[in-house]
Structure formats: C-alpha cells, structure tokens
C-alpha cells in the first residue's frame, strides 16, 4: 500500500470512529452535475434561497465550480451519518389535528453541530498524520454551509447515488443521511462513484403532492414544501397549500416512499433521537405558540429557521387541510392575530374548514 492509499484508508477508519456510517473521497473536480447547476439557478429553481446564487468576484457562481473556489483543493471526504429513528413514516401517519415535522428536524442537537464535530475530528487526525511530510496542508470542513453541492461529491465519492428525489441513497441504509464533507489539499486514492440503483422507479415523482418533482432528478423548490415550509417568509401561494397537507416543517414524502429507505435502519447516534413532542405534533399547539415556548422547544433545533411566523402560518395550512372541526376556533381566534401571514392563513383555513363542515352536513 503506498503512503496515498494508506492515509485514504485511515481517513475512512476515523470516520467511522467518529460515528459515520459512509465515508468516501472524490477527487475534486467539477462533474457534469455542477455544470447544470447554472441552468437550474438561471430557471428560478432555488426560489428565494439568495445564499445559492453565491457568485464569486468574476460573477461565477461559487456552487458550480470547486476549481474556482478552492483551487487549492484536491480530494473531497464526503462522509454520512444515518439520521434515521424508530418511529413511523408521514404517509403512515394520518391524525387530523397533528401535523408533521420532518424527520431530520426531530434531533435534540443541531445536526450541523452533530456533523462538524465529527468532521473536526476526522480532520485533526489527518493534521496530525501528515503533519511531517505535507507541513502546507490546508482542510476545510462543511456541513451545508460551504460553497459546495455536498451530494455531488457524495456520488463522487461512492456514498450514495443521487436519486430521482434528489436525495442521496445508499444502497444498504438508505437515504435519511447527514452528510459533510472536508476539502483538503491532498491528493487521495479516489472511490468508485455509486452507480444510480433508481432505474424505472418513479415512485417520488407521483407521490410528490405538489409537483415539485418537474423531471427525473430535478426539483423545483418554488413547488417543493420542503422551500415553502422553511425557506419561504410571508404567503404562500394558494395553489400549493392543499397539496402541503398535513406537513409543518419540511416534507419526508418522495423519501418515505423510496424503496430503499424501505428496510433503512435506525440510527446509533442518541442526538438524532427526537425531541419531546416534535413526532407528529399537535396543530394546535403550533399554531398557538408563544415566541417564548419557540424558544424553549426549538433551541438549537433547525426548526428556528422556519421562525415563528413561518411555523405557526404552516401550521394554520395545515388545520385548513385537516378536515378537523375541532380546529375551527383555533383558526378563527387567529384571524386577529397581529402577523398578517398568520391572520391570512387563519382566513384560509376557517374557510376550507367551514367548507367541510358544510359538506359533512
Ligand atoms: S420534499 Fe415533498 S414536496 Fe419536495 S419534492 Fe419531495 S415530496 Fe415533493
Ligand atoms: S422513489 Fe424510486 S425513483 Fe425515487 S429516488 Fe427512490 S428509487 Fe429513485
């Protein structure tokens, strides 16, 4: 074995000590996938998501090229962590006064937090094992938050194929996977990028409620629920919120019904088992919620992103599909509340509600 292959080896043996389930290296270079990267940000596809149409001081943006923004690099380590708990899927679940979170949201720590750490350690170990012969290396850690399509280098790297949803899966645990990856300056052997195990499969795109699926491996956020619940501030367009159901934060659906996350199994990592009360949550205590109680129960969680106002408005949608009466003071109380996203919703949902009552009788 020569040094390259030996340090690749034990890049991925620290990788799993620090709790990883995948790890792989991809050279990094700037693959086909990148090159549409332009065209889907030039579609409109990221929606509101500014942070993705990062350009660097050529007006390039820095997403679809690793040459351009870190030229200095070599080899990217893609690794993953299974996220995945022992609880059931949306589609499996259907209360009317509940709701649902996305299952990657449950954890009682940050996985950003949970991931970099693990990184972190992957990375002092490489300092340290090289520290002799490569004085100038230079590694950088991300978790999402890098000018870098993780999942390109996930295939890249043999962790996972990109399926049709656009969600990394590995053929043996599937796709409820965290991923990070770490740049580094070294030249490492290479893995073998995982073939794509979709085949005629069109299983998410005729499940995806609200169309967002636009093509085999292409997403268009506008539509997605996944943008609309968490990235999307103020209203949300009439003709989508139907199809959001009961969803309040993020959309499991086109994974949940993927058949390789059919067996997926459950994590070993404590931090990504769910907070209290976030499985399944009741609606109305989302939609009622004091900036206070946010604080308390999302501290630390992704949740936060969604804010307040966004939580509470999704959860009103949410009330507006669930056909539930019950929930009709919930949403006429709330048509006086002071954030006109929430009081707008409140309208919609009394609407859709008053509507079921009518067909009910
Ligand atoms: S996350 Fe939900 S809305 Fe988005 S593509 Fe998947 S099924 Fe469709
Ligand atoms: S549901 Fe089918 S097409 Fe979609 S990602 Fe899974 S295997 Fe691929």
């Not at 058949?259 to 931090?271: C, D, H, L, M, S």
């Not at 109305?284 to 501290?299: G, H, K, N, V, Y």
Request: net charge negative.
């Amino acid at each position: 074995m020569n040094e390259t292959s030996a340090i690749s080896a034990l890049i991925k043996r620290q990788a799993s000590e620090a709790g990883f389930d995948l790890c792989g290296i991809a050279p990094a270079t700037d693959s086909r996938e990148l090159q549409y990267f332009p065209e889907w940000i030039e579609a409109g596809h990221a929606g509101e998501m500014k942070y993705m149409e990062a350009r660097d001081e050529q007006g390039s943006l820095k997403r679809a090229s690793l040459s351009r923004v870190a030229p200095w690099a070599r080899s990217v380590v893609a690794c993953a962590i299974n996220y995945n708990t022992d609880h059931p899927y949306s589609i499996e679940v259907r209360e009317p006064n509940r709701g649902w979170i996305s299952r990657y949201a449950w954890s009682r720590e940050d996985y950003h937090d949970a991931v970099l750490r693990r990184l972190k350690r992957v990375e002092a170990a490489l300092h340290e094992t090289v520290c002799d012969s490569q004085p100038e290396l230079i590694t950088r850690s991300y978790v999402d938050t890098g000018p870098i399509v993780e999942r390109v280098f996930a295939k890249y790297a043999g962790v996972g194929w990109i399926g049709k949803n656009t969600c990394v899966i590995n053929q043996k645990i599937g796709s409820w996977l965290f991923l990070g990856v770490i740049l580094t300056s070294l030249e490492l052997t290479p893995d073998v990028p995982a073939p794509d195990r979709c085949g005629t499969c069109t299983r998410c795109i005729e499940a995806c409620p609200t169309d967002a699926i636009v093509e085999p491996y292409q997403l268009d956020s506008n539509r997605c629920i996944s943008y609309l619940t968490i990235e999307k501030r103020g209203s949300i367009p009439e003709d989508l919120r139907a199809g959001m159901g009961h969803q309040v934060f993020g959309c499991d659906i086109c994974q949940d019904v993927c058949p390789w996350n059919r067996k997926a199994p459950v994590t070993n990592a404590p931090e990504f088992f769910p907070r209290e009360g976030l499985v399944n949550p009741a609606l109305d205590w989302l939609a009622e919620m004091s900036a206070q109680e946010f604080r308390d129960t999302f501290r630390g969680s992704p949740v936060r992103r969604a804010k307040l106002s966004g939580l509470r408005r999704n959860a009103l949608i949410a009330i507006g599909n669930s056909g539930e009466l019950g929930l009709l003071p919930v949403s006429e109380k709330l048509i006086f509340d002071q954030d006109e996203s929430v009081s707008e919703c409140a309208r919609w949902a009394q609407v859709r509600l008053q509507r079921s009552k009518e067909h009910s009788s």
